[in-house]
């Protein structure tokens, strides 16, 4: 596997094989290229969950790590995106790991010889957050088929929900989607979140992706939370098995009570401890298919 840039690429054999090797690698499962590997952080695009757990994992399977700084970079003296990355190929780097804020930014890099992992294309895809959050799931429910999902908030401008969506009703899963009318996507889903909140598994919250907008918004975050947000009361109606999921960062308070991001149903630091293991578990891939 020369890539992972889009999980619609790898088969439901190759996804399932990456989370169960992130489980393995949770369990104490040990990798050590002892040095001789580097993988390079190059966020283009702002992270700290993303850029933070890919740079725990490969130094967790001992790799070294360059971590590009775009703010002071040759960026500034136009350089472009292919040329910035063919740079970190001929110093010599492993893998690249790559945030940027254009959709499919890798189509532009086909011709590199080196392996990308996709940590987030513009509102694209954001496989290592879906496969994330799917060993979440597995660790919580043991499967994937027959789960009901319900995803609530900015659908049209999040890549978690562009990635999570495919991938989930293509494991079996029940996918849903609500939220704002104005960020629903055509072709999704879409129902009412009072409607069947009850009957959810996993409810999974996403922020609204206010850099994606043009300051169109139009309700305060005390409205969003009142129509949208998990409240106490919707809590309270969640299944008892349910589990609430959300990829952060959280606006408190708008699409989460604040006292609820540390509950009992939340799985949301979980789902960021898993992030190290399944971001091994891709590293670790696209090293050994060189
Ligand atoms: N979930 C996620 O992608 O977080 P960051 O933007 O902090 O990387």
Redesign the pocket.
């Known amino acids: 596997m020369k890539n992972i840039v889009n999980l619609d690429d790898l088969s439901l054999d190759e996804i399932n094989d990456l989370i169960d090797e992130a489980l393995a690698f949770k369990n104490g499962k040990v990798v050590d290229y002892q040095q001789k590997k580097v993988v390079a952080n190059l966020f283009f695009e702002?992270?700290?969950?993303?850029?933070y757990s890919f740079d725990m994992a490969a130094g967790n399977l001992g790799c070294r790590t360059q971590n590009f700084e775009a703010s002071n970079s040759s960026l500034k003296k136009g350089e472009t995106l292919y040329d910035t990355c063919k740079l970190f190929e001929s110093i010599g780097c492993d893998a690249l790991v790559i945030r940027h804020s254009d959709d499919d930014y890798y189509k532009q890099l086909t011709a590199l010889n080196v392996p990308i992992l996709n940590a987030?294309d513009g509102k694209g895809n954001?496989p290592s957050?879906s496969l994330l959050d799917l060993m979440t799931i597995k660790e919580e429910f043991g499967h994937f088929e027959g789960l009901k999902v319900v995803i609530v908030g900015d659908i049209l401008h999040s890549r978690?929900a562009h990635s999570n969506y495919n991938v989930m009703q293509r494991l079996g899963m029940s996918v849903y989607t609500s939220g704002p009318l104005e960020y629903k996507q055509e072709g999704y889903n879409y129902v009412d979140f009072d409607e069947v909140i009850e009957d959810m598994d996993i409810v999974m919250l996403l922020r609204v992706q206010h850099e994606r907008h043009q300051g169109d918004e139009n309700f305060s975050k005390e409205k969003y939370h009142q129509i949208y947000g998990l409240s106490l009361e919707r809590y309270n109606r969640m299944k008892d098995t349910a589990i609430i999921m959300h990829?952060?960062?959280i606006n408190r308070d708008v699409e989460i009570k604040d006292e609820l991001v540390e509950s009992e149903k939340s799985r949301i630091f979980t789902q960021m401890r898993n992030g190290v293991f399944v971001r091994m578990a891709m590293i670790h891939k696209v090293l050994e298919d060189e």
């Open positions: 702002p992270s700290t969950r993303t850029h987030g954001h957050q978690v990829p952060a960062p």
